[in-house]
């Protein structure tokens, strides 16, 4: 039955709300770890009452998840029961009232003009052969130039870049579409890719009578494009070439520098939360704490009356 329910809950998440790949795999992997938890104590999901779903996420304390975690899981088991209640499964929301352990407000990591422009100089060098090495500058550019989320960046279509443009078509969560305007250095190490890339192509169409890839970081991965993880990997390479702890960096580490060195430029909050692709301008307001916890590191380090 719990099987039953998840994958139909899924399965309306995808159909009616076009929900992104990556989210139905967190809402499935929440589920699961929750309908295992009731399955050890002899409960189904159609039994379970209030006092198991809290139960279950003091049991999640327990084990030490995050509470930005345990906040999701409980957000999860909320969404699985509604559906449930919509579709007659159930006649009650187990989990509606219960209130969750809340997120940790935390400042988004981000990168200083100097190190961002490290790393663009050295994406250019990183990689094990010359299409690696253009292929790593083009991303880094990019993303940079654009604040693309990592999934956007890495299944952009090769049609988006064609004819030099000046602005990207992205397709991003939910589906939501928007125009995100490019630099010109990103403009031209789009252009010199495109050109590698298409020469790439015409050879191993010529030779093995391989199809042209539809996506513009194309491989042989399953998915067909360039995967989050390998970036990931990558970019961790390519701070450390440039000289910097990777720790500090991921690709998201790039879309907050974006964001952050536009408002630090005098960018007006609400054209940066159309370029992000915020749905809602409290979550691009974090970027203005930033800047004053910038501001006040800068005064207690440099002001002479903050010393000790």
């Known amino acids: 039955m719990s099987t039953r329910w998840i994958s139909g809950f899924l399965e309306a998440q995808a159909a009616e709300l076009d929900a992104a790949r990556n989210t ?67 006649a009650d929301n187990p989990a509606i009232q219960i209130k969750g352990p809340g997120k940790t407000k935390r400042l988004p990591k981000t990168l200083g003009v100097d190190e961002i422009s490290a790393m663009l100089e050295q994406a250019g060098s990183s990689g094990r052969n010359a299409t690696e090495k253009m292929r790593n500058s083009c991303m880094m550019e990019v993303l940079y130039a654009t604040g693309l989320r990592v999934s956007e ?16 078509y992205v397709r991003g969560k939910g589906g939501k579409e928007r125009l995100v305007p490019l630099s010109r250095p990103a403009r031209a190490a789009l252009a010199a890719w495109l050109q590698h890339r298409d020469a790439l192509e015409d050879i191993a169409l010529r030779e093995k009578g391989k199809p042209r890839s539809p996506y513009l970081f194309p491989s042989w991965s399953k998915a067909g494009h360039i995967t989050r993880q390998n ?22 580490t790039l879309r907050h520098a974006f964001a952050t060195h536009l408002l630090e430029n005098g960018a ?34 440099h002001h002479p009356m903050a010393k000790d």
């Open 153 to 168: 960046l890495v299944t952009l279509p090769v049609a988006a870049a064609r004819g030099d443009p000046q602005v990207l």
């Open 231 to 252: 970036f990931f990997i990558t970019i961790k390479r390519i701070a450390l070439d440039a000289g910097i702890n990777p720790d500090k960096v991921t690709p998201h």
């Open 268 to 301: 007006d909050l609400r054209a940066i939360q159309l370029l992000l692709g915020h749905s809602d301008l409290s979550t691009t307001e974090i970027y203005t704490h930033v800047i004053e916890a910038r501001l006040k590191e800068l005064v207690l380090e």
């Open 24 to 90: 139905l795999l967190a809402y499935g992997r929440d589920l699961k770890d929750f309908d295992e938890w009731l399955a050890r104590h002899n409960i189904g999901m159609d039994t379970a009452m209030r006092a198991d779903v809290e139960a279950y996420l003091e049991w999640c304390n327990a084990q030490g998840l995050a509470r930005a975690t345990r906040a999701r899981r409980l957000a999860s088991i909320r969404q699985l029961y509604r559906f449930a209640f919509e579709e007659g499964f159930r």
